[in-house]
């Protein structure tokens, strides 16, 4: 029940709790948020008491405080010492979150923010697509992940909270990520850089498996689609899905929407934002513009309920 | 005065609550769990469920649900028979959802509650 509850989690606990680190690649800057935020209140309350002094405090007192050496220890030497201790202090602590090429036998992700959803696909030692998908990514747990993050349109900033700190996604440009879990679980993740329109509805899951249940999502990833839901495969050709969608095995080979070769294994619907079921898929076919306003798939009203289910169950088999 | 004004403020506040006919307490917990349900299963994708997102409208709006007359058109709208329908849809646009009888009892006593506001969550 480990996912049915991480699930739960990912779409009605939002946003993800921040202050959680989920691996060695949070916990700096869960550290460093907590540092920052202690330190902040000290000197707020120090600088409040002083303001008190000021106003109300005995004429010995605010003579003191309003004296040169208040001024060169409280205004200078001070924040000069702390800061600079700070600095040095902060930036050995985030040192490591540097990401550079990757490590040996290290798991390679490419992860495309899309207005307004993610590209995801899965490289072999040698940076070549090995599995496409979409909103979604199956990791190891204890082993970090180097994600290579792009954009195709606008900048999008991708940040799953628990795993690491915010990464842009600048388009041009690959910037390196490294993630890591270290328990079995479902991370929500956010689109954190206004992205226009349905920005906030960009939402993202990682899924850390054990080593077990991560061989099973792989071996699963690469077997072929299963030929049921016939009725469905044949809707999804005449209606005019395949020009945006892929499905591999088949003609469908559309590349402007997500990937939906798998698309019945994912938890998500519409980028992090619905469950994924028989009545969520018919809802979203039908009127995805409701759902997420603005987004890039046009509904399908005009599709009669029973070929609407025919879809749906159609997708639902695409493990 | 200071009493007065807690008693104000004792008053706004208990104008938040649902403060309709006294529910039993098993029923107020099925209701909660109706809705954890109905937001865990995705109903808003869609009907309107005030207090669930999103309110999607391709199906029809489950608002005020308890003053309807009927299931669908179909059969008198009392929470056991709307319980059996949820398990069970036949016939109509709206698919069989992943729930247990459990989840379709505990969603139908949600949709049969008290007005829901929008201020529910």
Not at chain 1, 5 to 31: C, I, K, N
Not at chain 1, 73 to 83: E, T
Not at chain 1, 253 to 280: C, E, F, K, Q
Not at chain 2, 37 to 42: I, N, Q, S, T
Request: aromatic share 6%; glycine share 12%; net charge positive.
């Amino acid at each position: 029940m480990r996912v049915e509850a991480g699930l739960t989690s990912v779409l009605s606990g939002w946003p993800p709790p921040v202050l959680d680190a989920g691996g060695p690649f949070a916990q700096p800057v869960v550290l460093l948020t907590w540092a920052l935020l202690i330190g902040g209140t000290i000197v707020l309350i120090v600088v409040l008491a002083a303001l008190a002094v000021a106003l109300w405090g005995k004429p010995s007192l605010r003579r003191r405080l309003g004296g040169d050496r208040a001024i060169w220890i409280g205004g200078v030497a001070f924040p000069g010492v702390v800061l600079t201790a700070l600095l040095i202090w902060g930036l050995r602590l985030t040192g490591d979150l540097q990401a550079t090429g990757p490590r040996a036998d290290e798991m390679r992700v490419r992860i495309t923010g899309e207005m307004w959803w993610w590209r995801v696909a899965y490289l072999d030692a040698a940076g070549r697509t090995v599995i496409r998908d979409a909103n979604e990514l199956h990791i190891p747990v204890g082993k970090s992940v180097l994600l290579e993050l792009a954009s195709a349109d606008v900048i999008h900033s991708f940040w799953v909270p628990n795993l690491a700190g915010k990464m842009d996604m600048i388009p041009g440009r690959t910037n390196l990520l490294r993630i890591q879990a270290d328990r079995p679980g479902t991370y929500g993740g956010q689109c954190a850089e206004y992205c226009g329109g349905p920005h906030a509805l960009m939402g993202f899951a990682v899924v850390a498996h054990t080593p077990e249940t991560f061989a099973r999502w792989q071996a699963g990833r690469r077997a072929p689609p299963p030929p049921e839901a016939q009725r469905g495969a044949e809707l999804f050709r005449t209606s005019g899905c395949a020009a945006c969608h892929t499905i591999a095995g088949t003609e469908a080979n559309g590349l402007a929407g997500p990937d939906l070769s798998h698309v019945g294994s994912r938890r998500t619907l519409g980028a992090g934002i619905l469950p994924n079921n028989r009545g969520t898929l018919m809802g979203w076919i039908a009127d995805s513009q409701t759902l997420k306003p603005g987004n890039r798939m046009p509904g399908y009203k005009q599709l009669a309920p029973e070929d609407l289910a025919a879809l749906a169950a159609y997708m639902e088999s695409l493990k | 005065m200071g009493v007065r004004i807690a008693l104000i403020a004792a008053l706004l506040l208990a104008g938040c609550e649902n403060v309709g006919l006294a529910p039993n307490p098993a029923g107020t917990e099925a209701v909660a769990r109706g809705r954890v349900a109905a937001e865990r299963l995705g109903c808003g994708a869609c009907h309107v469920i005030p207090g669930i997102w999103p309110a999607g409208t391709s199906g029809p709006s489950l608002a005020n649900f308890r003053n309807r007359a009927s299931i669908a058109g179909r059969q008198a709208n009392r929470p056991d028979r709307l319980a059996e329908f949820l398990l069970d849809p036949a016939g109509t646009a709206m698919p069989r959802q992943p729930m247990s009888a459990r989840d379709a009892a505990d969603i139908a006593a949600f949709l049969h509650s008290a007005p829901q506001s929008a201020h529910a969550r």
